[in-house]
């Protein structure tokens, strides 16, 4: 029996082989056979044959999450990359669209169809879905109950890896309390307790800033990097920046960090001067809140440079890292419809996955690229190739590739822009003093359109646009990152980068 059976396994797999031969020798015979397209298709069909997983244990984990950063959006930022290097845009490859392996991820929370960064970040840390608002937290528990959450507090990927003797990093160019880069350290039935002002009378759950001091000093977080020096310094103290503190509690949780040997930076020549030979913790505050967008960026370093800052110093530790960088805000400029902001901190997020990716070895660190959720964008109309994303839909040439001189229009006779949003600020219908609602679009130059603080056309108004749940993308290349694949949930990336680092 097993010596039939493999005879004609082998007859199928010479079958096979032969029609792939005949097929390869009929496709030069096509008419198309000498087109670019047509040569391109080929070689990436050769190169996706000869991809090899790789099954090594993964050493290093490092997960990126641009906030907001969708399929849509992601593809504007294609274009702003591809058109700021002097191309049309939709033909540029990013360094995460080089990774072999990706899949589609449901981001909808246990009881939002619409997800927030809370559960969805959270998924990601934990390996399981929650609740919107919840920070590792399960889901059996309300938001804001506080004394139901005792008992229902969930591991985190970073206190497994810490245990396991791993160096652990978070980084956001938004509040580091702020979702997202919380979900890797914090615990929370609401994820806008970010200092102890927001903490229910009779509560005895930490806040947030005072969780990542306490997941310092347990040896749990090893350097943390982002904005959100308020939510750390009491109300009574002014920074260097002239921002006072939040906190009502009297205390400074920067000088009780350094007081137990962190090093602390809040601007760029501080950063600069940290030593990254992991001999002592890293604690970076660069803004009061927020760090600045990219565009706007002053004394204080980019998310590229956070990157190589933390990579370098995590790598000393013999046993390997996990990094959490989050692109905090390409989510806040999407939630101002102010695309000009997006496409510029994308751009920034690209920037800092290549640096990872030239610092690190494929075969020994697992790099993982996703969001945690979309926005409400949308892309108008047949633009013609090259029309600026950030500007207004030219109509397509009929005889050639880039687009006309002409306009699009509306059936109303006015033009619009490449790229606008199903609600937000920039709804051309807006509320009237006596509390009705009227409006039409307004005429549009391009020159209007591109200017860094327009705000793109928007159907539904709101004074702030909201997230979608879209499916997004992940991304991925190293130790086990084909197990990829398909439509996925979101909580399966944590369960990826579980075995990926536990793999025999």
Same mark, same amino acid.
Request: a negative charge; charged letters at 20%; hydrophobic letters at 40%.
């Given at each position: 029996?097993?010596?039939?059976?493999?005879?004609?396994?082998?007859?199928?797999?010479?079958?096979?082989?032969?029609?792939?031969?005949?097929?390869?020798?009929?496709?030069?015979?096509?008419?198309?056979?000498?087109?670019?397209?047509?040569?391109?298709?080929?070689?990436?069909?050769?190169?996706?044959?000869?991809?090899?997983?790789?099954?090594?244990?993964?050493?290093?984990?490092?997960?990126?999450?641009?906030?907001?950063?969708?399929?849509?959006?992601?593809?504007?930022?294609?274009?702003?990359?591809?058109?700021?290097?002097?191309?049309?845009?939709?033909?540029?490859?990013?360094?995460?669209?080089?990774?072999?392996?990706?899949?589609?991820?449901?981001?909808?929370?246990?009881?939002?169809?619409?997800?927030?960064?809370?559960?969805?970040?959270?998924?990601?840390?934990?390996?399981?879905?929650?609740?919107?608002?919840?920070?590792?937290?399960?889901?059996?528990?309300?938001?804001?109950?506080?004394?139901?959450?005792?008992?229902?507090?969930?591991?985190?990927?970073?206190?497994?890896?810490?245990?396991?003797?791993?160096?652990?990093?978070?980084?956001?160019?938004?509040?580091?309390?702020?979702?997202?880069?919380?979900?890797?350290?914090?615990?929370?039935?609401?994820?806008?307790?970010?200092?102890?002002?927001?903490?229910?009378?009779?509560?005895?759950?930490?806040?947030?800033?005072?969780?990542?001091?306490?997941?310092?000093?347990?040896?749990?977080?090893?350097?943390?990097?982002?904005?959100?020096?308020?939510?750390?310094?009491?109300?009574?103290?002014?920074?260097?920046?002239?921002?006072?503190?939040? #906190? *009502? =509690?009297?205390?400074? $949780?920067? &000088?009780?960090?350094? !007081?137990?040997?962190?090093?602390?930076?809040? %601007?760029?020549? @501080?950063?600069?001067?940290?030593?990254?030979?992991?001999?002592?913790?890293?604690?970076?505050?660069?803004?009061?809140?927020?760090?600045?967008?990219?565009?706007? #960026? *002053? =004394?204080?370093?980019? $998310?590229? &440079?956070?990157?190589? !800052?933390?990579?370098?110093?995590?790598?000393? %530790?013999?046993? @390997?890292?996990?990094?959490?960088?989050?692109?905090?805000?390409?989510?806040?400029?999407?939630?101002?419809?102010?695309?000009?902001?997006?496409?510029?901190?994308?751009?920034?997020?690209?920037?800092?996955?290549?640096?990872?990716?030239? !610092?690190?070895?494929?075969?020994?660190?697992?790099?993982?690229?996703?969001?945690?959720?979309?926005?409400?964008?949308?892309?108008?109309?047949?633009?013609?190739?090259?029309?600026?994303?950030?500007?207004?839909?030219?109509?397509?040439?009929?005889?050639?590739?880039?687009?006309?001189?002409?306009?699009?229009?509306?059936?109303?006779?006015?033009?619009?822009?490449?790229?606008?949003?199903?609600?937000?600020?920039?709804?051309?219908?807006?509320?009237?003093?006596?509390?009705?609602?009227?409006?039409?679009?307004?005429?549009?130059?391009?020159?209007?359109?591109?200017?860094?603080?327009?705000?793109?056309?928007?159907?539904?108004?709101?004074?702030?646009?909201?997230?979608?749940?879209?499916?997004?993308?992940?991304?991925?290349?190293?130790?086990?990152?084909?197990?990829?694949?398909?439509?996925?949930?979101?909580?399966?990336?944590?369960?990826?980068?579980?075995?990926?680092?536990?793999?025999?």
């Amino acid at each position: 029996m097993d010596q039939d059976f493999h005879t004609v396994q082998k007859q199928l797999l010479t079958t096979v082989a032969a029609l792939a031969i005949a097929t390869t020798a009929s496709a030069q015979d096509l008419p198309q056979a000498g087109n670019a397209w047509f040569q391109a298709g080929e070689a990436t069909i050769a190169e996706i044959i000869a991809r090899q997983p790789i099954t090594s244990r993964a050493k290093n984990v490092i997960l990126f999450t641009a906030d907001g950063n969708g399929v849509g959006t992601n593809y504007a930022i294609r274009l702003f990359s591809g058109q700021q290097a002097g191309g049309m845009g939709d033909d540029y490859v990013q360094p995460q669209e080089t990774f072999p392996n990706l899949a589609l991820v449901k981001t909808y929370s246990t009881n939002g169809q619409t997800p927030d960064s809370a559960p969805t970040a959270s998924a990601m840390n934990t390996g399981v879905k929650l609740k919107n608002t919840m920070i590792n937290v399960d889901d059996s528990v309300a938001v804001d109950d506080c004394a139901a959450r005792t008992g229902h507090e969930l591991t985190t990927f970073a206190e497994m890896m810490s245990a396991e003797g791993k160096s652990v990093g978070t980084i956001s160019t938004a509040r580091i309390t702020h979702a997202t880069p919380a979900a890797v350290y914090a615990k929370t039935v609401n994820r806008n307790w970010e200092d102890n002002t927001s903490i229910p009378e009779g509560c005895d759950q930490l806040d947030i800033a005072d969780q990542l001091l306490q997941q310092m000093s347990n040896g749990v977080i090893d350097l943390a990097m982002g904005g959100g020096r308020a939510h750390f310094l009491p109300e009574s103290v002014t920074d260097d920046e002239g921002k006072t503190g939040k #906190r *009502t =509690d009297d205390r400074n $949780l920067v &000088e009780e960090a350094t !007081a137990t040997g962190a090093q602390y930076a809040w %601007n760029e020549e @501080g950063f600069k001067a940290l030593k990254l030979d992991g001999s002592a913790p890293i604690l970076a505050l660069f803004e009061s809140s927020h760090m600045k967008y990219d565009y706007d #960026r *002053t =004394d204080e370093p980019s $998310l590229a &440079e956070m990157t190589g !800052a933390a990579i370098t110093a995590l790598s000393t %530790n013999a046993d @390997g890292f996990y990094l959490n960088i989050e692109a905090g805000r390409v989510d806040h400029a999407n939630h101002d419809g102010n695309l000009f902001r997006v496409l510029h901190d994308g751009k920034a997020f690209a920037d800092a996955i290549q640096v990872a990716m030239d !610092a690190t070895n494929p075969e020994d660190t697992l790099i993982i690229v996703t969001a945690d959720h979309e926005h409400a964008i949308a892309f108008n109309g047949y633009c013609g190739r090259g029309s600026d994303v950030m500007g207004l839909c030219y109509a397509e040439d009929e005889a050639g590739t880039m687009h006309t001189d002409e306009l699009n229009l509306g059936s109303d006779g006015k033009p619009y822009t490449v790229v606008g949003y199903l609600n937000g600020p920039g709804a051309v219908v807006v509320e009237q003093p006596d509390g009705t609602f009227s409006g039409s679009r307004p005429d549009l130059t391009q020159e209007e359109a591109i200017d860094p603080d327009y705000l793109q056309q928007a159907l539904v108004p709101m004074s702030s646009e909201t997230h979608s749940g879209e499916d997004v993308t992940v991304m991925a290349r190293g130790p086990w990152a084909h197990l990829f694949g398909g439509v996925i949930e979101q909580n399966v990336i944590f369960h990826v980068m579980n075995h990926a680092v536990h793999a025999e």
